[in-house]
């Protein structure tokens, strides 16, 4: 684990959630999972995501998922996702992340309806009323809420964010993001425009693939931050036809599947995610044996 300016800087792990087969969270797995992701150079990890299926988990399953993660690699290494679909709930998240030292939060804008600019800006006020920094999740695709340029400027301006998961896979809006808001951190979101969010100047990435791969998404962040194109994008191409299912409908499927292929624990998931295809389930093995063949890990 490299030293980091800030809690929200460098590799976050997306944490996928082990689970045994009858759908019980291996909580013992997960907490040696955090830990290996950690040994392997990761700088730390985000619970409760989208890659972690929180919307399928207990209010005590979550809460536990956290408190696993805190124990196994410290507070402040840990981002929890707190997306409800209320910003009570939100908030009351983020305030159990911060009463366990979290060192920061990632935070959906309302999602249970398309909201306006005005209900974006109610919800990151509310959630901000428990003092812990804020990323900020531009998902549109699944909220059907964009944080655009301009919004994430207003947000950053009034003291509510302090970076942004940028995962609309466009790269373009980091310069823009740079340009209205400069000061707030850009968090690569998907891990198919690695290179180009971190050649735009992005400071962290929260991330997939790492979950199966850890050793050689953390080399490729480096050299892309570090614009060491020679060693950056050899290692891209290479790792290119597994990041882009990570953003993807299946991708919780298909990064378990490659952890599992790569002898991590992944296992199923939880409804209503249902397995791979034969040939989706085809095409990862042969990209995930592919890397593995090539000593990637």
């Known amino acids: 684990m490299t030293d980091r300016i800030k809690p929200w800087h460098g590799v976050m792990v997306a944490t996928a959630l082990p689970l045994r087969e009858d759908l019980s969270v291996d909580f013992d797995g997960y907490a040696g999972h955090c830990r290996w992701l950690v040994e392997n150079g990761c700088d730390g990890v985000v619970p409760n995501g989208s890659l972690g299926e929180y919307q399928t988990l207990t209010a005590d399953e979550r809460a536990q998922v956290m408190r696993t993660a805190v124990e196994a690699v410290g507070g402040r290494n ?44 109610e919800h990151y006020r509310e959630v901000a009323k428990a003092g812990v920094p804020i990323v900020a999740y531009n998902n549109p ?11 994430l400027a207003r947000l950053f301006d009034e003291g509510l964010i302090v970076a942004v998961k940028e995962f609309t896979g466009d790269p373009r809006r980091a310069y823009e993001i740079a340009e209205l808001a400069p000061g707030l951190d850009l968090l690569i979101g998907s891990d198919d425009v690695l290179l180009e969010l971190a050649l735009a100047g992005a400071v ?3 991330a997939g693939y790492p979950n199966a791969l850890p050793a ?6 480096r050299a892309a931050v570090a614009g060491d194109l020679d060693t950056a994008l050899p290692l891209y191409k290479k790792l290119h036809p597994l990041l882009r299912w990570d953003s993807k409908t299946e991708f919780v499927q298909a990064i378990k599947l490659s952890m599992d292929l790569a002898g991590r624990h992944g296992g199923p998931s939880r409804h209503p995610r249902v397995p791979l295809t034969g040939e989706q389930a085809a095409t990862v093995r042969a990209a995930t044996e592919k890397v593995l063949a090539e000593g990637l890990r």
């Open 78 to 121: 840990v981002m929890p996702g707190v997306g409800a679909y209320g910003a009570d709930e939100s908030r009351r998240w983020a305030e159990r992340a911060g009463e366990a030292g979290c060192g920061s939060v990632l935070l959906l804008p309302p999602n249970s309806y398309r909201a306006d600019e005005r209900a974006v800006l």
């Open 216 to 221: 050689s998404n953390v080399a490729l962040y």
């Open 204 to 206: 962290g990435w929260i």
């Open 141 to 151: 695709y699944d909220t059907k809420v964009d944080l655009t340029p301009a919004l």
